[in-house]
């Protein structure tokens, strides 16, 4: 009878450092997603800092502080997939062994880097402009006298040059709404799985 009860007391003994181990693993994981949602934050908010820069750079011309802004928001996109990638291999690890999340953050960096790289894309077209209204370089022009030169962009207006124009135009834009549309692709996809995130914390947090 007593050799019953010592078993039945290491059974209750094991089930209940296992139920605390589980407990542990469980806390770690939702810890690990809530600090993954913080991330996204922040990642949301250099977005927005690099938007409000851009704007003002196009309206003022600020060059230098643009490259240093973007200098910034590399350096925090960078320290942001850092530490995703930090916790996708803790949830590849066998104490974890949560191969669906690791899944999960890497489909979203997925989309955070084609995101990133389209933005970058339409700002390049913006600082370009389109085809037909970017400001004439005259350091080939030839000066006769102080205040006249002959202008080398001076030409015939044709049919064919004309055409040639619209082309270029109708690419630039092309160009510009497939890169927005690429943006709003990308966001869509992380917002459906950033819920799927959300879910998972829910689901930890009621076990």
């Known amino acids: 009878m ?14 209940i450092e296992q139920e605390n181990s589980n407990c542990s693993k469980r806390n770690e994981i939702l810890n690990l997603l809530r600090k993954f949602l913080e991330i996204q934050q ?3 908010q250099a977005y927005s800092k690099l938007k409000t820069g ?15 802004l973007c200098s910034e928001i590399t350096v925090e996109f960078n320290d942001c997939s850092k530490q995703v990638l930090e916790m996708e291999s803790l949830f590849l690890n066998p104490d974890y062994c949560r191969v669906d999340l690791a899944e999960l953050l890497r489909a979203i960096q997925t989309q955070e880097k084609q995101k990133l790289h389209l933005t970058a894309t339409i700002q390049v077209l913006k600082k370009a402009g389109c085809p037909s209204e970017r400001l004439m370089n005259h350091e080939n ?5 102080p205040m006249e030169h002959e202008c080398v962009h001076l030409q015939e207006i044709t049919e064919a040059a004309g055409t040639e124009e619209a082309e270029l135009n109708a690419e630039y834009d092309n160009a510009l709404k497939e890169a927005i549309r690429g943006v709003q692709d990308a966001v869509t996809a992380i917002n459906e799985h950033l819920e799927e995130v959300r879910y998972e914390i829910a689901a930890l947090e009621t076990e």
Do not use: H, T
């Open 54 to 68: 851009f704007s003002e750079y196009m309206k003022s011309g600020g060059e230098l502080a643009y490259q240093q």
């Open 2 to 15: 007593e050799d019953f009860e010592k078993k039945v007391s290491i059974k209750d003994s094991m089930e």
């Open 42 to 44: 922040r990642r949301a």
């Open 141 to 145: 022009c030839s000066f006769k006298k």
